[in-house]
Nanobody
Framework: QLQAFGGGLVQAGGSLRLSCEASGSVFSINVMGWYRQAPGKQRELASN???????NYVNSVKGRFTISRDNAKNTVYLQMNSLKPEDTAVYYC???????????????WGQGTQVTVSS
């Protein structure tokens, strides 16, 4: 399972750090990342990172968000700086996980954490 931490309320220009840990029967994790869904909008990929550290960001967060992971802890982080009101959304972590005894990777989702940026 995936458990996310770190959401909250912050003023514009502030920072938050999200984390998401995979636990349970985890043999290997491929991609980890974060989607977000703002009110009335479709869910979009905010950022992801591969097992070897290659990263991807949606244009609107480039230069402000930094994704990283600790493979030993099966944890992904999203450092969000210079936050804007338009970053307000529920952030969902996800990971492509291969479990012990399994041969394929399946997508697992965290519970979602609310990020609210006030103007």
């Amino acid at each position: 399972q995936l458990q996310a931490f770190g959401g909250g309320l912050v003023q514009a220009g502030g920072s938050l750090r999200l984390s998401c840990e995979a636990s349970g029967s985890v043999f290997s994790i491929n991609v980890m990342g974060w989607y977000r869904q703002a009110p009335g909008k479709q869910r979009e990929l905010a950022s992801n990172i591969t097992s070897v550290g290659s990263t991807n960001y949606v244009n609107s967060v480039k230069g402000r968000f930094t994704i990283s992971r600790d493979n030993a802890k099966n944890t992904v982080y999203l450092q969000m700086n210079s936050l804007k009101p338009e970053d307000t959304a529920v952030y969902y972590c996800y990971a492509l996980i291969r479990q012990y005894g399994g041969r394929v990777y399946f997508t697992h989702w965290g519970q979602g954490t609310q990020v609210t940026v006030s103007s």
